[in-house]
């Protein structure tokens, strides 16, 4: 089989399919229509289609059978879109006041075409392809979900991949180690005693406290954490006061907090926790960390093997210049809850290209891909699938 050709000889139905759905995004856990659509899609493939509503997850897999007897490979693609307006003036823009600005459109696409490939040829293959179709990734909520429905019963392997702006296209990247970080959410409530702006000495400055807990928090990063371990804290949004004579007497904010260390998955809540207590009791206030969760673990290429036959794969279909190398990426993936139960391998498709005005990075409202990859993607999932099989 030559999935180069295959991939060429698809690529009409590829990129109507991004379009089509690209048109018709749907927010994290509300991906009603678009599941609607992708079992149209999977029919239309002579395939039988499952659904998780009764778990209450949308999305669907599916499986095609081989003509021989073999292993059973995981091929995942996430579904949802994000709450962003869509600005990117295309023809078939979003018409609904919603976003595939992640990119999930394209998954959606490249795997349908995948799927339409390994089905016509599935004479050829020695086991079975599970094609995923994962939703609410968005929200962290989606893979643990379709992990609990069972989705990886009988998986020997899986394979995912996001396409990317930080890559250009049309490179694909796949690579051992740390790839996408585990990220957290985390909520700070502090307590102060509000007064009027002109005697600060009858009360205690909420939002002072909370502009020093910000200070501080940065001192876990460069102070308590070594220089050689990736990891970001940041805040992205404060609230506090009332007017502008008046000293605020509570304030809140919430952050998240990057990393790939699997010590700091206990020692962030603990470390910041500490911080955030102590800082306000130098103040005379108190403040806790209400809330602080893990929404993703680290995706890292552990298993050498994946990441040969991705590799393999790209090199095979479009030649070892196909390859490109990529920094480790801070944001966070889902994905990483599939390879915690079976062998994973997580690879980017590349979407920049500025000769085609395509700067804007993953969630912009201006963020579009160079088409010209998605046959790449779809071939590199359906030449993975077989070759993981054949071994
Ligand atoms: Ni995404």
Redesign the pocket.
């Given at each position: 089989m030559n999935f180069r050709e295959l991939a060429e000889k698809t690529e009409s139905y590829i990129i109507d399919r991004r379009r089509y759905y690209h048109q018709y995004p749907e927010l994290s856990e509300q991906e009603v229509n678009t599941t609607a659509s992708i079992i149209k899609d999977l029919e239309a493939l002579g395939l039988e289609v499952k659904t998780y509503e009764s778990v209450g997850a949308y999305g669907c897999t599916a499986d095609i059978v081989g003509g021989k007897p073999g292993k059973t490979v995981a091929l995942r693609a996430?579904i949802d879109a994000l709450p962003v307006c869509e600005e990117t003036g295309l023809e078939f823009a979003s018409t609904n006041g919603c976003m595939h600005a992640?990119?999930?459109d394209c998954?959606i696409s490249m795997l349908l075409g995948a799927a339409k490939m390994l089905v016509e040829n599935k004479e050829n293959l020695n086991g079975t392809v599970r094609l995923i179709f994962q939703p609410a990734?968005?929200t962290g909520f989606g893979a643990p979900a379709f992990i609990k429905a069972g989705v990886l019963d009988g998986v020997d392997a899986i394979y995912g991949a996001?396409?990317w702006n930080v890559l250009e296209a049309p490179y694909v990247n796949i690579e051992s180690g740390n790839r996408m970080a585990s990220t957290a959410e985390f909520h700070v409530e502090i307590e102060g005693l509000s007064t009027h702006g002109s005697s600060p000495e009858a009360g205690i400055d909420a939002i002072v406290v909370m502009s020093a807990i910000i200070m501080n928090l940065q001192t876990f990063v460069s102070r308590n954490n070594s220089p050689l371990n990736p990891l970001v804290v940041s805040v992205g949004k404060v609230e506090a006061g009332s007017r502008w004579n008046v000293i605020a007497g509570k304030a809140k904010f919430e952050g998240t907090v990057r990393t790939f260390s699997k010590d700091m998955l206990e020692e962030a809540p603990k470390a910041i926790s500490r911080i955030v207590e102590n800082t306000a009791a130098a103040y005379g206030a108190t403040a806790k960390l209400s809330s602080f969760r893990w929404l993703v673990i680290p995706v890292i290429n552990d298993d050498e093997k994946l990441v040969k036959i991705g590799q393999e794969a790209v090199k095979k279909l479009y030649g070892e210049e196909a390859l490109a190398p990529m920094i480790t990426q801070m944001?966070g993936?889902d994905f990483s809850f599939y390879m915690q139960h079976v062998p994973g391998l997580f690879g980017f498709i590349g979407s920049h290209n500025p000769e085609t005005g395509k700067i804007y990075s993953?969630?912009h409202e201006k963020y579009d891909v160079d088409e010209e990859v998605l046959k790449r993607g779809a071939a590199v999932y359906a030449q993975f699938a077989h070759d993981f099989l054949a071994e």
């Open positions: 996430d992640c990119g999930h998954h990734e968005e996001h396409i944001g993936e993953n969630h």
